[in-house]
């Protein structure tokens, strides 16, 4: 079974914090992605890699990054909380396009809230 | 820009009750359409579909997808409480990436 893994089920940080999600899958796949998910607006990607070290913006990066040194692992970093970061993260992962099913296998996430 | 809508955003129904979810698409070079389940964790799959007019079926839940006028429904007939959840469909452009729509929160009283 693939797995998605996720370092935190609940956190609560503080205003102007760094944060540090981090997701770890063990299917050898090489995208990874960080969406949040809240409510009436669905899963909106955060950023996205399809390879070590390399990254891409998705549709709302601003106020985060992320660092993707090893193939299975693909962090979230939130360089200053703020209290609208306050959601759930979910990573994903998925082979390499043109493997066949696009198919992305989502982690438990994370529900993070800001005070 | 690409979009996936969903409707409705939220529905409630009685056990028994057969429902109808509604998921419409503009995704350019457009591959397949997903169809996710998430309840209080994270979502599962349900079903890809990449032609028209094909039923995919897995028990009471059913899925079509409709490449003429851009849109799949979601079937689930004889709704159980266990079907309560949020029902995601995402569209597949090639590009590596999956389109979400909003998400239907469905509700299934007893």
């Known amino acids: 079974d693939v797995k998605v893994t996720q370092s935190s089920r609940y956190l609560v940080k503080r205003t102007g914090e760094k944060v540090f999600l981090e997701c770890v899958q063990d299917?050898?796949?090489?995208?990874m992605f960080w969406y949040r998910q809240d409510p009436g607006l669905g899963l909106r990607l955060i950023y996205f890699?399809?390879?070590?070290?390399?990254?891409e913006k998705g549709d709302i990066p601003e106020g985060y990054s992320v660092s993707r040194e090893k193939k299975e692992r693909f962090s979230l970093i939130l360089e200053s909380a703020s209290t609208n970061q306050t959601s759930m993260y979910l990573c994903?992962?998925?082979?390499?396009?043109?493997?066949?099913?696009?198919?992305?296998?989502f982690g438990p996430g994370t529900r993070l809230t800001v005070l | 820009e690409d979009k996936v809508v969903q409707s409705p955003l939220s529905l409630v129904v009685h056990e028994g009750d057969t429902v109808t979810l509604n998921c419409s698409y503009e995704?350019?070079?457009?591959?397949?359409l997903l169809w996710y389940k998430q309840e209080k964790k994270a979502p599962t799959f349900l079903f890809m579909l990449?032609?028209?007019?094909i039923e995919k079926k897995s028990g009471r839940l059913s899925s079509i997808l409709d490449k003429k006028e851009l849109f799949s429904i979601l079937n689930i007939t004889a709704t159980q409480t266990g079907d309560s959840a949020v029902y995601l469909c995402?569209?597949?452009?090639?590009?590596?990436?999956?389109?979400f729509g909003q998400g239907t929160e469905l509700s299934v009283k007893p």
């Open positions: 299917m050898d796949h090489e995208n």
């Open positions: 994903a992962s998925s082979p390499a396009d043109g493997q066949g099913s696009n198919e992305q296998f």
């Open positions: 990449t032609s028209s007019g």
């Open positions: 995402a569209g597949d452009n090639q590009g590596g990436k999956l389109i």
């Open positions: 890699s399809y390879d070590v070290k390399m990254k």
């Open positions: 995704v350019t070079n457009f591959r397949s």
